[in-house]
């Protein structure tokens, strides 16, 4: 089912429109004249038919809970060429984020891996452990093996600040 | 710029330090060359990047953390050569110093932990620390081996060009400060239509698929403009290029032979440093041997 048959189904959410509209700063999709420079250099439109412009008409239209539980705000690279090229200051990418974390607030599906990186920031702060890695000739190194000094790891006053924020 | 020493703070990230040694290891061995010295910041952690998707403030928070840890050195300003880590401090700089109650809130959070955020902090990538302040006419000058007769295609990368707004290292449509410190080496560079398209890293959270699909196109397109190699400047971005070329040419058809190079090994191999100093032995897709740098 693609957005445009949601939409015709759909009823206006007036509260999370709210929600999503208070998430925003210097952002203004209610600005948007749909114009569609957006879409034409979306890096996303060709392979998974992400159109930026019709986000932020669904978000004027009030059908948030439609783009909260869909696949759609997931597609987005993050190259931000729409902020950039938006002549309204209505930066679809700032709307998807917002939309993004109203769906993990809503605990609607979303991508397994955000979660799994979120659990190893808790865990150690970082998004990711060093690893090995094998040079062409299949010879392994470490960071201490390619004389790379030793990561000080923040401590755990960090996280329980983290935490809390995460937990509203 | 020779004569005087300039202090600088780095920040790594996650990506780095943690699979992307070349770029660490290249930087490290260029940038004392070239009058940088670096401090290493303590106590790191991510900078928010993935976690933005998930929880704003959250992320603005981890941004703000980096940049009050910056501020406790005697750097003068902060270095950070990961796209994505440049691109969410300087977001979250942009918000804290335009908006108040931001600026409380997160400063608040910081106080938890003793930390205070500095609204004069300078943020810095390796591209334009080497092309605005240490400046190509230096690079040019300290090159002892010039890579003559080489042709490479520049990557800007998306996240250190956009959005223009909150200050970014160049030009959003037209970038040509990594071509200069290209050619500053003694190379050319190609002009290429695919110059500005994205790597696709993001969607590895997603669609892992259309990411590959994403690189792969750009590589593709490129090997027909017969550039000799493929240079970038963001760990997410050589990953993709690099380490996943081989999985990119599959969801593309046809195969991928592109050598990818960080600048720093490229700049570091100009500048007569032993190729393993570089970490060139890491890299995927090229073969140095064939390459006969």
Request: hydrophobic letters at 50%.
């Given at each position: 089912m693609t957005l445009t048959d949601l939409m015709t189904m759909a009823k206006s959410n007036e509260e999370l429109q709210k929600k999503i509209r208070n998430q925003l700063w210097n952002t203004h999709p209610d600005e948007c004249y749909q114009c569609m420079r957006c879409t034409s250099g979306c890096t996303s439109l060709k392979l998974l038919e992400l159109k930026p412009h019709e986000i932020t008409i669904l978000v004027n239209a009030g059908f948030i809970e439609e783009l909260v539980s869909s696949d759609i705000i997931w597609t987005c690279t993050s190259c931000l060429k729409c902020r950039e090229r938006c002549p309204q200051k209505a930066s679809p990418y700032n709307t998807i984020m917002a939309l993004r974390n109203l769906a993990v607030e809503q605990e609607a599906k979303i991508p397994e891996k955000y979660m799994k990186v979120v659990a190893q920031i808790l865990e150690t702060g970082m998004a990711e452990q060093a690893q090995i890695v094998t040079s062409k000739d299949m010879q392994s190194f470490n960071r201490e093996k390619l004389g790379l000094p030793e990561i000080q790891q923040a401590d755990d006053k960090f996280k329980a600040i983290f935490m809390k924020i995460l937990g509203g | 710029m020779e004569d005087e020493e300039l202090k600088i703070a780095v920040y790594w990230g996650c990506k780095i330090p943690a699979t992307q040694y070349a770029y660490e290891m290249s930087v490290r061995q260029v940038l004392p060359r070239l009058g940088v010295e670096l401090i290493d910041l303590k106590g790191t952690s991510c900078c928010g990047g993935p976690v933005r998707s998930i929880n704003n403030l959250a992320s603005m928070y981890l941004s703000a953390r980096i940049m009050a840890l910056s501020s406790k050195t005697t750097g003068e300003g902060l270095l950070v050569p990961c796209n994505e880590c440049h691109f969410m401090l300087t977001e979250t700089k942009h918000r804290i110093d335009n908006d108040e109650e931001t600026y409380e809130q997160i400063g608040k959070l910081l106080s938890e932990e003793g930390l205070e955020y500095s609204t004069d902090l300078k943020i810095w990538h390796v591209v334009d620390l080497l092309h605005?302040?240490?400046?190509v006419e230096t690079v040019k000058s300290t090159v002892m081996k010039p890579l003559e007769g080489f042709r490479f295609a520049v990557h800007p990368g998306c996240q250190i060009i956009r959005p223009s707004e909150i200050g970014r290292v160049d030009n959003p449509e037209n970038p040509k400060k990594l071509d200069a410190l290209v050619k500053a080496l003694g190379a050319e560079t190609v002009d290429y239509t695919e110059k500005l398209d994205c790597c696709g890293a993001a969607l590895m959270y997603s669609h892992e698929e259309a990411a590959l699909s994403l690189a792969g196109s750009k590589l593709k397109a490129l090997q027909a403009y017969g550039a000799d190699g493929f240079v970038d400047t963001c760990p997410y971005c050589h990953t993709m290029y690099d380490a996943k070329q081989e999985a990119a040419a599959a969801t593309v058809g046809g195969k991928l032979s592109v050598s990818v190079f960080y600048y720093t090994q490229l700049l570091g191999i100009a500048l007569g440093i032993e190729q393993k100093k570089l970490g060139l032995h890491l890299n995927q897709s090229n073969d140095p041997r064939k390459f006969n740098l």
């Open positions: - | 605005d302040v240490v400046k």
